[in-house]
């Protein structure tokens, strides 16, 4: 392999032989896009995005190309961020009602575009009607809808070693209003989200109940479910397990086909026993892997062969397993802050997101360039349409921090201009749709040893492809002398890049598809 260290223009002009609309059966591994719905489009004027004016931009989503979105919660709750629930059948108030939802499934589903929506199953809001009831006393019927301990007893736990001082256990547990001394319950993340007691029928049926309501009468395609590794504290990991193969089995009485999509943020050992009852799971550790890789420029040569490792095991687990990519999503800095702002770097890291398997998953305003940085709402700031608000859609629901009119170019100019970033993903997406071996082929590692090229095959029966990724600030010259097979380019992200004498010169920060031609 010979390395030019010859700099060139990136030309951000993305070429290809192959592009469709979403193929109807690309569900659920065509690409999905993630809404924080009070910051994307503001129907009614308010300033605070609700589910008409989602509806209104739903043809943008279908003309880049998503095949699904996953709506972050949706139902009545006293905070911006709606995990704490106080009514699992309804709407917030500021993003519309049923009858906005049902129109909004609908037109979607006109499209193309199937519907999930966060479900929070793990602890209910402290203003929720159960809860509120339950703190009445120990004759409630709600009471055992939640987990109670006296506060003497947890004391003696720790002091006879019963419960670690590293253990959830400890630090969650939370008074009812100022009585320190009487029954404690059990909230693991904030006292404001009291935990659910699923050792209780009761619930269970109530989430049954909840299930129906959601699929049948409100017409969503699945869930994506919240904090699935804490519905039992961690020393209870396998009735965890057991819970969401239980929870499969009826929602798929419901709805067979439904998606299920859980969020166990763990090591690949802890996450595989979920895979029975959670036929898909998000991959961080894939998102952090391609944010390292890009941002340091190295370690390249074994990131697909521990991704496939990982897949592979996971499949041998759960033959059907659909594994959920993303670069970034509502709880990290956005993928363009992580890189330092630089665009070539997030260019080439998406790429690598829409050449792996799966379900690639964008975080919204990551395709036109949002930034952000954690505390909480400044990741999740207002999509920016045009300049200086002057879409009759922008949400101003806070003020922004890092993601402006001035830092970020909007999408009504992005819209227009070739080279964007807005239209380097649609393209890819565009690529991939109409890609069966892209879309739903199986990957196998490269015979490429090269530090700044991460590379991978993708194959569904004789057809193959080879994407190669140069995540260095420099041109690459690769020989193809090992991938003899490959003789075509398909696709690139740069204009020019050709096969000559055996071997392709990949551009900074590009990326190239070549094909087998079967």
């Known amino acids: 392999m010979k390395k030019f260290y010859t700099f060139t223009l990136a030309i951000c002009l993305l070429v290809s032989c192959q592009t469709s609309e979403p193929k109807k059966d690309a569900w659920p591994n065509g690409v999905n896009y993630e809404i924080f719905v009070l910051a994307f489009a503001d129907g009614n004027g308010d300033g605070k995005g609700d589910l008409k004016g989602l509806t209104a931009r739903l043809d943008y989503l279908q003309d880049l190309g998503v095949g699904g979105v996953w709506l972050m919660p949706i139902m009545p709750s006293p905070s911006y961020h709606k995990y704490d629930v106080t009514d699992y059948k309804g709407i917030h108030p500021d993003y519309g009602t049923v009858e906005d939802f049902k129109k ?13 929506i966060d479900m929070i199953m793990n602890h209910t809001g402290s203003d929720h009607p159960w809860f509120q009831e339950a703190i009445k006393g120990k004759g409630n019927p709600y009471r055992d809808y939640y987990v109670w301990a006296n506060k003497d007893s947890i004391s003696e736990a720790i002091s006879k070693k019963e419960i670690s001082l590293d253990s959830d256990n400890i630090q969650q547990w939370h008074p009812v209003g100022d009585d320190e001394k009487g029954e404690h319950y059990y909230g693991y993340f904030i006292g404001g989200m009291p935990d659910l007691n699923f050792d209780n029928p009761k619930v269970k049926d109530e989430f049954i109940d909840i299930g129906k309501f959601w699929l049948n009468e409100m017409g969503v395609d699945g869930f994506r479910l919240d904090a699935a590794k804490h519905i039992f504290p961690t020393d209870r990991a396998t009735d965890n397990h057991a819970f969401w193969i239980w929870f499969r089995e009826e929602m798929t009485k419901i709805k067979p086909d439904v998606y299920l999509v859980g969020e166990v943020w763990s090591k690949a050992e802890e996450v595989a026993p979920y895979l029975k009852g959670l036929p898909a799971l998000f991959n961080f550790d894939m998102g952090y892997a391609i944010t390292s890789v890009v941002q340091q420029g190295k370690d390249t040569i074994d990131l697909v062969k521990r991704y496939k490792d990982i897949n592979d095991y996971y499949r041998s687990i759960t033959p059907d397993y659909v594994d959920a990519t993303f670069l970034k999503n509502h709880d990290q800095n956005r993928i363009l802050s992580e890189l330092d702002d630089n665009e070539q770097k ?19 305003g990551e395709e036109i360039g949002m930034k952000g940085k954690k505390p909480d709402e400044y990741i999740r700031e207002p999509f920016i349409w045009d300049e200086d608000g002057k879409d009759p859609m922008q949400t101003k629901w806070e003020e922004p921090k890092y993601s402006t009119s001035a830092t970020v170019k909007p999408l009504s100019l992005q819209k227009n201009d070739p080279l964007s970033l807005m239209n380097y993903y649609k393209r890819w997406i565009a690529y991939r749709n109409g890609s069966d071996v892209m879309t739903i082929g199986t990957l196998s590692p490269s015979p490429f040893k090269i530090t700044e ?51 392709i010169k ?5 990326s190239v598809v070549l094909t087998n031609s079967k």
């Open 346 to 364: 997030a260019r080439v890291a998406a790429s690598i997101l829409f050449t792996l398997p799966g379900t690639p998953y964008i975080y919204y």
């Open 104 to 116: 909004f499934v609908e037109e979607a589903h006109k499209r193309n575009i199937q519907v999930i």
């Open 506 to 510: 990949i551009p900074a920060h590009h």
């Open 453 to 503: 090229v991460v590379s991978m095959i993708r194959s569904l029966g004789e057809s193959k492809r080879l994407a190669l990724h140069n995540i260095s600030d420099v041109e690459v010259t690769v020989s193809l002398a090992e991938a003899g097979e490959f003789s075509a380019v398909e696709f690139s992200t740069a204009e020019g890049i050709v096969i000559a004498d055996n071997a």
